[in-house]
Every structure is written in structure tokens, then in C-alpha cells.
């Protein structure tokens, strides 16, 4: 699949965005679509993943701030961010795999292994 993100920008503590992926789509009853971020001098970490029944998994950081959701009818992945802190700074990444998600790995830190397609990143700055 070929994913487009959009949607980054900057903002005050406290703020909010809407990140938008596009996709292409996987022709396929089973997928599994993520986003996933990376601050300068950090490993790639998974935000949070969304299955094809729309199952959706966080991580602890974003839980209870952070909402991903797909739009099937235009192919378009989401992940609404509320209550923005500085430290939600980084390139955001959204990224899809033709298969379940796999968030048994999550706590190996190896979810960004099994996916095969990614977005190019979009900015996400928040200032204190």
C-alpha cells in the first residue's frame, strides 16, 4: 500500500491535532494500520494500531489522549491528538500491514518490524 500523512503542524501545550493518512488499501479481509512517531535521538516507538474490525491498541503514553480510526469509505487512517504535551514531539509515521496487527510484540519493541509499507512522516512540534 502507498501511504500519505497529513495533517502535523505546531501547537501549545494543552492543544490538539488531526493526522490523516491516505491509503491506497490492501485488498485483503485482514490488515492491520498504525501510527507510529520518532523524536531526535529516539528509536521509532508504536503510537497505536488499529485492525481491520477496528480494534485499537495505545500505548500507555497516548492512552485516554490519543484516538486512531479508520474511514473505509475513503481509505483514510486517523489519529485524533488531544492534551498535547511537549513530549508528544516527533515525526509521526503511519504504516500498514496486510495481516493482523501483532501487538503481542508490542512490549518486545519490535512492531515496526512487520510492517512493509510507510508514510514519508509529518511534523508534530508542541511547544510549552
Known amino acids: 500500500a502507498q501511504l500519505v500523512e497529513s495533517g502535523g503542524g505546531s501547537v501549545q501545550t494543552g492543544g490538539s491535532l488531526r493526522l490523516s493518512c491516505r491509503s491506497s488499501?490492501?485488498?485483503?479481509?485482514?490488515?492491520?494500520m498504525a501510527w507510529f512517531r520518532q523524536s531526535p535521538g529516539k528509536e521509532r516507538e508504536a503510537v497505536a494500531v488499529?485492525?481491520?474490525?477496528?480494534?485499537?491498541t495505545y500505548a500507555d503514553s497516548v492512552k485516554g489522549r490519543f484516538t486512531i480510526s479508520i474511514d473505509k469509505t475513503v481509505n483514510t487512517l486517523y489519529l485524533q491528538m488531544n492534551n498535547l504535551k511537549p513530549e508528544d514531539t516527533a515525526i509521526y509515521y503511519c504504516?500498514?500491514?496486510?495481516?493482523?496487527?501483532?501487538?503481542?510484540?508490542?512490549?518486545?519493541?519490535?512492531?515496526?518490524?512487520?510492517?512493509?509499507?510507510w508514510g514519508h512522516g509529518t511534523q508534530v512540534t508542541v511547544s510549552s
Open positions: 488499529i485492525d481491520s474490525d477496528g480494534s485499537a
Open positions: 488499501g490492501y485488498r485483503t479481509n485482514s490488515y492491520c
Open positions: 504504516a500498514a500491514r496486510p495481516d493482523e496487527c501483532m501487538t503481542g510484540i508490542w512490549a518486545l519493541g519490535l512492531m515496526d518490524t512487520i510492517f512493509p509499507s
